[in-house]
């Protein structure tokens, strides 16, 4: 099981992120337990500026912008 | 250069569409198609561009530029290092915070945030391919000048009091970036989904622009414009400031707008003052920015905006009426 937070204040690129780390997750199979962190603090506390960003079980992977598919799948099987 | 996309014009105008040039629906026609498709391949070529040579900087690096910097350099470097560097305006307010966290002086980051949306190399190159270099560099200098003196006024009257008090509480985590893929097909990859990013977010704005432009440019006479927006009547820029605070699109969608209204024989400093409104008074924006500043802060910062762009205004058209 992947814990994946996607970083960000809601705003729609956020949102688009979260969905494309959920339907990448369900055509490979992988579980993984998707959380939108809203939080400024929280956020600010991974050190990211740009948001959305994306922590994979504790680690920054991306920040700024919705990420690439491929980016996303690689991450999952990582 | 840009030939072909007037002959296109010409062709989609008088022949597919079959006016009669000279006519008011030929004008808008022509106008729209010849817009649309120019800006269009001109957004398109150069996101592609910048996106290969990840010209484009990442916020957390701003940061660490400004860090530490005695304030006047701190002003001139903001408001550079804002027009080059893009962000979405949901990242606001973690820039906001993220500057302020690491010393930034309020005003460095003001300067930045009304810089950043203002001037930005994409809309540059497209004002001066479509409405002329001059007024493209008015346009860059002007914003520019902006920015640094609404960051200097910002810290002379201590805007600090305006920000919202758990702001500066934030403690901001070690900023862990990860390395970009610097490999030919990583930039290519990395310069086709810049362009698929951003063209996703501006394209109906563009559309919008150019919509309004091709109307003013075939459906309303000069005459009304020069009866309304003559340089020597002296409510023309405090309307066009105050007409585009409701309104709001992003520095590339007003361009089109711009351009024919200055075909129009209205006076740069009038349209000037438009577009800078349009582009960096925006309610969206400030209803994200009332996370960080109180509504005083907020007021002080709308106030200034509008009174420094009627300031632009008046200036560029007794300067060249």
């Not at chain 1, 603090?41 to 920040?63: E, F, K, N, Q, R």
């Not at chain 2, 470097?77 to 027009?83: F, H, K, Q, R, T």
Request: net charge neutral; glycine share 10%.
């Amino acid at each position: 099981m992947k814990h994946v937070k996607v970083l960000g204040s809601g705003c729609r690129n956020c949102v688009t992120t979260a969905a494309l780390i959920e339907k990448k997750a369900a055509e490979l199979g992988v579980a993984v337990e998707v959380e939108k962190v809203t939080d400024m603090a929280a956020i600010m506390g991974y050190g990211v500026m740009s948001t959305p960003g994306v922590v994979v079980d504790g680690t920054v992977v991306h920040a700024g912008g919705v990420p690439r598919p491929d980016a996303v799948a690689a991450w999952l099987k990582g | 250069m840009f030939e072909v996309f007037t002959l296109l014009a010409d062709w989609a105008a008088y022949d597919l569409a079959g006016l009669a040039p000279a006519t008011r629906t030929a004008d808008a026609l022509h106008f729209f198609v010849e817009d649309v498709t120019k800006i269009f391949t001109l957004l398109v070529v150069i996101i592609f561009v910048m996106g290969l040579f990840r010209s484009v900087l990442a916020p957390e690096k701003v940061r660490g530029y400004l860090e530490g910097k005695p304030r006047g350099v701190a002003y001139v470097l903001a408001v550079l290092l804002g027009a080059v560097t893009p962000f979405c305006s949901c990242s606001s307010v973690p820039l906001f915070i993220g500057f302020l966290e690491a010393g930034i002086p309020l005003g460095a980051t003001m300067a930045f945030l009304i810089a950043s949306p203002m001037i930005n190399e994409v809309a540059v190159v497209i004002l001066g391919s479509v409405v002329g270099w001059k007024i493209a560099a008015l346009y860059v200098g002007t914003g520019l000048a902006v920015g640094i003196l609404g960051g200097w006024l910002a810290d002379r009257f201590r805007m600090e009091r305006h920000v919202e008090d758990y702001v500066w509480k934030i403690r901001m985590g070690q900023v862990a970036m990860p390395a970009p893929d610097t490999t030919l097909r990583g930039r290519i990859a990395y310069a086709a989904g810049e362009v698929r990013e951003i063209v996703g977010r501006v394209w109906l704005y563009v559309l919008i622009g150019v919509g309004i432009g091709a109307f003013l440019h075939g459906f309303v006479p000069q005459d009304f414009f020069a009866r309304f927006a003559a340089a020597d009547n002296w409510y023309a820029v405090p309307v066009a400031v105050l007409a585009g605070i409701p309104l709001y699109s992003n520095a590339t969608g007003v361009i089109p707008v711009a351009e024919a209204l200055l075909a129009k024989a209205v006076p740069i400093g009038t349209v000037l003052a438009l577009m800078m409104s349009v582009v960096a008074i925006s309610v969206p924006e400030f209803v994200i920015l009332r996370k960080v500043l109180k509504v005083r802060g907020l007021a002080w910062f709308g106030g200034f905006l509008a009174l420094a762009f009627m300031a632009v205004g008046y200036l560029f058209n007794g300067l060249m009426p």
